[in-house]
């Protein structure tokens, strides 16, 4: 993505656990590719999912907040929790109803109450036709000349306006149809990488190279990652460390399950054999001049974050990677995985006029946070536009249009004024009434909490056999989790199927 999610890029768990580098961690991930690897997928569909209870927390938004995090006004509001495992297709279930992740800290946005409301956006892969749009081929021709030719635009780059002169000359109007009709930007993209350019006989000026490997720390990725974070993002240099970086683009929950494609041998040799979270790196001459961190889930590609070299700002390789993106997606299809044909494009926020330009990519679709329904984004951002604050259901329809309260004026959250407060503090009080689609922990019957299926020191118990010091405490936490996850979630000794069990 062009523009990253700084809110995703800080939204962190509490808890700063250790580093871990892997064998990987040195110069080149040429041993790290591993699209052949089958070592360490998991053969069992049976992969228990663990979740520890963070709570409703108010935090700096990094959104509107300007200036010193400590000093700017807590008014983001969200409930999170911690996963150190999670199957993906309980990841999948929970980014379908409006949560994310950063590491393994998994959170949803309170939308009735946060100052800037973070809606799911998805892209259809399959309809996606970016070949319609005469800047993208620009910017696929563009980069395609440079690998083939290592032509690299200088100073006197072509701008804007004499592609559209070009394209509105008399004779390329006419060519302009066919243009446009026969032009496969995913063909056109994967021509330009060396496999397919020496397939076809072409010797490119350079060697383009575009990999799927599991997320891992290395020393390249991390020193990539740290100058764009200094360079686009303005961080002073000895913020970011190389545990922050594991913590945040590296560490996940996902477990690394087989993809039941239905004709594994047909699969194309581009694509992963197993769910998780990926790097996908770009390479040119053997450099790493960007990468993208993806979570590859049963029902779509999810894109997390995008990192590249700010000497190719020229190149625009967020939106060339974004057109990746969605061409895996749609291979995913190909090869017989039907539900993956969307790119999950992480939260689409209409208050940031940074992070609009996730609506630039057609046809895509909003999440309805309270009813937990996709939209079209175009029919969705109109009757966000009318309320940007707040929580309004996005069906239009007038007869089932209801307004729910809000916790407080969030304009008034936004400008409270705060001394140092920490990044993150979890608020005792519950909302009233609660987030859209979260229920009332009051109303979760303390029966219901005992019988939770809970696992702790590496064993499954029933959470009324373990001895608390403070129930009651336990319980208000507890009931907050089951209040924002839904009943039928978590497993209890009469539903232990989910395998979905809280972690204390
Ligand atoms: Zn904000």
């Known amino acids: 993505m062009a523009e990253p999610d700084t809110t995703e890029a800080t939204a962190e768990s509490a808890t700063d656990e250790s580093m871990e580098t892997t064998s990987s961690d040195a110069d080149s991930d040429s041993h790290a590719v591993s699209n052949s690897e089958t070592s360490d997928i998991i053969q069992d569909a049976s992969f228990p999912t663990l979740i520890e209870p963070n709570g409703y927390s108010a935090s700096t938004c990094g959104y509107c907040s ?31 109803r409006g949560w994310r992740r950063s590491g393994t800290y998994v ?111 290395t020393q ?72 993208s961190v993806l979570d590859i889930l049963p029902g779509c590609v999810s894109s997390v974050y995008f990192v590249w070299d700010p000497d190719f700002a020229w190149a625009s390789l967020g939106k060339l990677s974004a057109l990746r993106e969605a061409a895996l997606a749609r291979e995913f299809y190909n090869a017989g995985m039907t539900g993956m044909s969307w790119l999950y494009m992480g939260y689409y926020i209409r208050t940031c006029q940074k992070m609009r330009y996730k609506g630039d990519y057609s046809p895509s679709q909003l999440l309805d946070p309270g009813t937990n329904t996709f939209y079209p984004l175009q029919d969705a951002v109109k009757v966000i536009d009318k309320r940007p604050r ?72 029933l959470l009324k056999f373990i001895p608390f010091m403070n129930r009651t405490a336990v319980h208000k936490i507890v009931a907050e989790l089951v209040a924002a996850l839904g009943t039928g979630r978590l497993a209890t000794l009469d539903e232990p199927e989910t395998e979905v069990y809280l972690a204390l």
């Open 220 to 291: 390249e990725r991390f020193a990539l990652y740290k100058r764009y974070q200094e360079t686009i993002h303005h961080d002073r240099p000895g913020k970011n460390h190389i545990s922050g970086f594991n913590r945040f683009l590296c560490k996940n929950p996902l477990g690394r399950q087989r993809i039941p494609y239905p004709n594994p041998k047909d699969v194309p040799s581009i694509l992963p054999r197993h769910f998780g979270c990926f790097h996908q790196l770009h390479r040119v001459d053997g450099r790493l001049v960007a990468f």
């Open 390 to 461: 707040g929580y309004t259901p996005l069906d239009t329809n007038p007869d089932t249009l209801q307004i729910p309260g809000s916790l407080e004026d969030p304009e008034i959250a936004a400008n409270e004024k705060s001394e140092r407060w920490p990044r993150r503090e979890t608020l005792e009080v519950w909302p009233d009434p609660p987030p859209p689609s979260f229920m009332d922990p009051h109303r979760i019957p303390v029966d219901y909490l005992e019988k939770l299926l809970v696992f702790v020191k590496g064993s499954l118990s």
């Open 107 to 217: 959170y949803h946005p309170d939308m009735a109450n946060t100052c800037c409301p973070q809606y799911t956006i998805r892209l259809d892969a399959l309809q996606f036709d970016p070949g319609k749009d005469k800047k993208m081929r620009y910017l696929i021709n563009r980069w395609k000349r440079y690998i083939v030719e290592g032509v690299k635009p200088g100073e006197t780059i072509a701008t804007e306006e004499k592609i559209e002169g070009k394209e509105k000359g008399g004779k390329k109007n006419r060519n302009k149809q066919s243009k446009t009709q026969g032009y496969d930007y995913i063909q056109e993209l994967r021509s330009a990488e060396y496999d397919q350019a020496t397939a076809t006989g072409v010797q490119p000026a350079l060697r383009y190279e575009v990999m799927l490997v599991p997320a891992a720390v």
């Open 66 to 96: 300007t200036g010193n995090r400590d000093t700017s006004p807590r008014s983001s509001r969200s409930y999170g929790m911690t996963s150190v495992q999670m199957a993906p297709r309980i990841y999948q279930d929970l980014i379908d």
